[in-house]
């Protein structure tokens, strides 16, 4: 198969460098293979093929000419519905076991059994222990640590349904938690959500749509439990992140040394090949190499770029890419989102392909077991074999991208408070509401989520973010999104200065000078990976709680343009039952059943204040998000403005 254009599959034009070669030298990529499957079958694009009883595949004709029910009986709104169910208990899944990995890991730690890990922010610690009312007074940290470890544990335990998770009932606003609380959709425990979606969803269970989805709500919670405790409890190990400036895009690859891609989403491995990769640099210069040169695929990426400021190759779709460089000498691969075809790629190159988590081979991979236990350890092994693979490189086959954006990232809850607290220091949150009162700030969108071959690459991104932020929208990333803006450029000063309205852009000032950046905050504010939307959540949190609110008074927006996986399935479903009104660019699987869709938008909206919009088209999902922003404005006695070309003009707020 061959094509004319590479700029068509995306706008980063280092992965449209990268694919050039791909197509001369016959490499198949995600973009290659997108193509061998069109034309993609209708049914499964619309929810209406059922596979969960071996007596299907059923499929539902979605024109009412054939087939209007499957062999067991089930209609089109149970079958859409109940695989919605499914994506959202898989999504849950993959974060919660992370959080799960990273409980354990306290648990061990405080027994003393993990010489290689430490608590390196006491101050997020003992924040945390405050949250969950833990003693900290007099104590031995091991203690305090043990005590976080249980009660994180315990969401994974607990077994009477009437008690609420840990996690959530001490982070979200008191009118929340009454409101889920009262419909029933606060989990008791995250194993027990997902267990009961996987099991109503088995053939001959529940087959009321509405019962169905409501299901999905509760299980999309119990997954923001397990993001926020994988955030938290991640940043008390591994630090809290804090403004850092560093790069992203293929040119972070560098000719001389050995390059190691850390890809995946788990920081406890991440962490330590950092720290070993600084260890072992006089190795690297013994075979000829400057040093390691470790940079960042998706969220593993994403990690290590807010907390140590670890550039930033690139995001999920264009992962296999940094190996067309002939440049990169290991990629090290964790959990989630990893694309089983790298170590065919990196078979035409010299790259090693690394695998280290016994639930995670991929066939034709090397795979080194990582035990927290003996962490330094198996990052020696990895790296060795990153060594040797450097010596197997072959210049004339070297092709680095000569781009590389600056990026300033690290904007935790925390980091964001803090230089807030610069203009205020009594009241950290005055500055951001008093603007978002006059109209200076009009409100927050959140990007967070994937890339999607139904899409160009990154292209709606960026489109999205500008044409935001020029009508004084304040606009924060994570996951693959804040990786296609770090690689664009759009995390920097100048993007500011040009793309920011003028309300926005007076605020991002004052504020990045008077938390001494000397000059604006960056455009795009990194809050890091994606269990990391758990930060939107506290950031919003907050800003509830200073106005005596719920977070669906709020005029902040979720937005996902590209939106691919379970897990950002789920996140937007939970970014619904929190009372945002959630933006998709891509069609969910759910056009198949308009009852199913009529939940998700209208009946979520009455019910938690949150709807989904589906909106393919850039250009009219920015105007959409635009118009919920004023919506809630509205509600909240605002003053509105109106979308046009120009932003919307308004005096500045004290500052
Ligand atoms: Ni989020 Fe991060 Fe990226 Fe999508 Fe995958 S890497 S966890 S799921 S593809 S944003
Ligand atoms: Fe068909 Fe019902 Fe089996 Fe689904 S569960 S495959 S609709 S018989």
């Given at each position: 198969m061959s094509c004319l254009d590479c700029s068509q599959c995306s706008t980063d034009p280092c992965a449209t460098e990268m694919l050039k070669i791909a197509e001369a030298e016959g490499i198949g990529t995600a973009w290659s293979r997108a193509a061998a499957q069109e034309p993609q079958c209708g049914f499964g694009t619309t929810g209406l093929c059922c596979r969960i009883c071996m007596k299907g595949p059923c499929r539902i004709d979605p024109f009412g000419n054939g087939p209007q029910y499957g062999i067991c009986g089930a209609d089109r709104d149970t079958i859409v519905a109940r695989h919605m169910v499914r994506m959202m208990a898989s999504g849950a899944a993959a974060h919660s076991e992370h959080g799960r990995h990273i409980a354990l890991a306290l648990l061990h730690l405080s027994k003393g059994e993990l010489k290689d890990y430490e608590i390196r922010d006491v101050e997020k610690l003992h924040a945390i222990a405050a949250r969950h009312k833990?003693?900290?007074?007099?104590?031995?940290?091991?203690?305090?640590?043990?005590?976080?470890?249980?009660?994180?544990?315990?969401?994974?335990?607990?077994?009477?349904?009437?008690?609420p998770v840990n996690w959530l009932a001490a982070s979200l606003p008191a009118p929340r938690l009454e409101k889920l609380g009262k419909l029933g959709l606060l989990p008791h425990n995250i194993d027990a959500s997902v267990a009961q979606s996987m099991s109503r969803t088995h053939l001959g269970c529940d087959a009321d749509p509405t019962n169905l989805i409501l299901g999905g709500l509760r299980v999309a919670l119990a997954d923001l439990d397990g993001e926020m405790l994988a955030t938290e409890l991640s940043d008390a190990l591994f630090g809290t992140p804090t403004p850092t400036v560093t790069r992203a895009n293929l040119g972070v690859i560098k000719r001389d040394a050995i390059n190691i891609a850390v890809n995946g989403h788990n920081p406890l491995l991440s962490e330590i090949i950092c720290d070993i990769a600084a260890d072992m640099e006089d190795e690297a210069k013994a075979v000829g190499a400057t040093g390691f040169n470790v940079i960042g695929v998706c969220c593993t990426g994403n990690e290590v770029m807010v907390r140590r400021g670890i550039p930033l190759a690139t995001n999920y779709l264009s992962q296999e890419l940094p190996i067309l460089t002939g440049a990169l000498d290991a990629m090290i691969l964790d959990v989630q989102c990893i694309m089983p075809s790298l170590p065919r790629v990196a078979e035409c190159f010299h790259t090693q392909i690394i695998t280290t988590d016994k639930q995670n081979k991929i066939a034709g991979a090397t795979h080194v077991d990582f035990e927290e236990h003996h962490a330094s350890e198996n990052a020696k092994?990895?790296?060795?074999?990153?060594?040797?693979?450097?010596?197997?490189?072959?210049?004339?086959?070297?092709?680095?991208?000569?781009?590389?954006?600056?990026?300033?990232?690290?904007?935790?809850?925390?980091?964001?408070?803090?230089?807030?607290?610069?203009?205020?220091?009594?009241?950290?949150?005055?500055?951001?509401?008093?603007?978002?009162?006059?109209?200076?700030?009009?409100?927050?969108?959140?990007?967070?989520?994937?890339?999607n071959t139904k899409t160009q690459q990154d292209s709606a991104y960026l489109e999205l973010a500008k044409a935001l932020a020029a009508r004084d929208i304040l606009v924060l990333a994570t996951g693959c999104a804040a990786g296609a803006y770090a690689k664009a450029g759009l995390m920097t000063q100048e993007a500011t200065n040009t793309y920011a309205g003028p309300g926005l852009k007076?605020?991002?000032?004052?504020?990045?000078?008077?938390?001494?950046?000397?000059?604006?905050?960056?455009?795009?504010?990194?809050?890091?990976?994606?269990?990391?939307?758990?930060?939107?959540?506290?950031?919003?949190?907050?800003?509830?709680?200073?106005?005596?609110?719920?977070?669906?008074?709020?005029?902040?927006?979720?937005?996902?343009?590209?939106?691919?996986?379970?897990?950002?399935?789920?996140?937007?479903?939970?970014?619904?039952?929190?009372?945002?009104?959630?933006?998709?660019?891509?069609?969910?699987?759910?056009?198949?059943?308009?009852?199913?869709?009529?939940?998700?938008?209208?009946?979520?909206?009455?019910?938690?204040?949150?709807?989904?919009?589906?909106?393919?088209?850039?250009?009219?999902?920015?105007?959409?998000?635009?118009?919920?922003?004023?919506e809630r404005r509205a509600g909240l006695g605002l003053p509105t403005a109106t979308w046009g070309p120009k932003a919307p003009a308004s005096g500045l707020a004290r500052m």
């Open positions: 833990v003693a900290v007074e007099g104590r031995e940290l091991s203690e305090i640590v043990r005590d976080l470890a249980d009660l994180t544990l315990w969401d994974f335990q607990n077994q009477d349904y009437s008690a092994e990895i790296l060795k074999l990153a060594l040797s693979a450097y010596k197997r490189r072959d210049p004339k086959r070297i092709n680095i991208p000569n781009l590389q954006n600056e990026a300033i990232v690290g904007f935790s809850t925390e980091a964001i408070v803090a230089a807030l607290g610069k203009v205020n220091a009594e009241d950290p949150l005055a500055p951001l509401v008093d603007n978002i009162v006059a109209g200076n700030i009009q409100g927050a969108v959140l990007f967070a989520g994937c890339n007076a605020v991002l000032t004052a504020v990045g000078e008077a938390a001494g950046l000397g000059g604006p905050l960056p455009l795009v504010l990194h809050m890091g990976s994606c269990v990391d939307n758990s930060r939107a959540v506290s950031l919003a949190t907050a800003l509830a709680n200073k106005l005596g609110k719920d977070i669906s008074d709020l005029p902040i927006v979720a937005s996902a343009p590209e939106a691919m996986t379970e897990k950002a399935v789920v996140i937007g479903t939970w970014a619904v039952t929190l009372g945002l009104p959630t933006h998709l660019g891509t069609m969910p699987p759910v056009a198949g059943s308009q009852v199913v869709a009529d939940l998700l938008t209208t009946t979520a909206k009455e019910l938690v204040g949150g709807y989904m919009m589906v909106e393919t088209d850039p250009a009219l999902a920015g105007e959409k998000i635009f118009a919920a922003i004023q």
